[in-house]
């Protein structure tokens, strides 16, 4: 059975995941921080309660679905550092804590599960990341926290992208487009059901020679 893990599963474009590739008949195994709405959610949903940021957490969940393959791990949870963003509103503790859970908790779920991606037969390993972490297309400035800690992970999934090429593992950064979800907010001019399926498909089509790449919700692919 193919069987896909989702990060910050229980709101926004995580949860949308879950519930498409269930739609799907695959296992999923649905994370967050709080997993109320995940229970019944559909059939071959499996609810784990998980704070990214917790290695121990990470390493013991990893533990528990030890020997099972996962074809598809999507590190979606994430946060927008907004409350102190600006310059002149800089707070080391928000800073601290965007970078923890947007660049270093992807990379400690990715090791952590390195080996049950690698026994599966897709073998894909994707971190939503942002166009805000582009430093081609940064004119604007501001954000951060937020636009730096995305750069931070882009070039995280670039090493393991050559560090687990040999391994046929595909690791690629996508960009979800701006989403009406509690952190895009109302003005966003794409829904989440249409991000989604565009992440979807484009995760589909992602084959070995595509690894290392930081790709828009639509397929195209993104400058660093
Ligand atoms: N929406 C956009 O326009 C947009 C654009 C570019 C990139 N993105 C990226 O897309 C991803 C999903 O964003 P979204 O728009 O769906 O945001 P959202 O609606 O605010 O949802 C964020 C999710 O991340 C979870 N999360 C945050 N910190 C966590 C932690 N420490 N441990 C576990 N889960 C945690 C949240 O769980 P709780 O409910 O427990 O807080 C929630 O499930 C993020 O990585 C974001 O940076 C979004």
Not at 184 to 211: N, R, Y
Request: hydrophobic share 45%.
């Amino acid at each position: 059975m193919t069987t896909v893990l989702v990060t910050g599963a229980n709101r926004g474009l995580g949860l949308e995941m879950v519930k498409r590739y269930a739609a799907r008949g695959w296992r999923v195994h649905a994370c967050a921080r709080d997993t109320a709405g995940l229970a019944g959610l559909a059939t071959g949903v499996v609810a784990h309660r998980l704070e990214v940021t917790d290695q121990a957490a990470v390493k013991a969940l990893a533990a528990t679905l030890a020997g099972e393959a996962i074809d598809l791990l999507i590190n979606n949870a994430g946060v927008s550092g907004h409350e102190a963003g600006t310059l002149g509103t800089l707070d080391a503790a928000v800073w601290k804590r965007t970078f923890e859970i947007n660049a270093l908790a992807p990379l400690l779920v990715a090791e952590a599960f390195v080996e049950h991606v690698a026994r599966s037969s897709q073998r894909k390993l994707m971190a939503i990341s942002s166009r805000l972490g582009s430093i081609e297309q940064n004119s604007e400035g501001g954000r951060y926290a937020y636009r730096a800690s995305k750069t931070a992970l882009n070039m995280a999934w670039r090493s393991l992208a050559a560090d687990l090429r040999g391994r046929g593992i595909v690791c690629t950064v996508l960009h979800p487009g701006w989403v009406r979800t509690d952190m895009g907010g109302k003005q966003a001019p794409l829904s989440i059901e249409e991000s989604v399926a565009g992440l979807l498909a484009t995760i589909d089509a992602l084959g070995p020679a595509d690894s290392g790449g930081f790709r828009n919700y639509d397929g195209k692919p993104l400058p660093w």
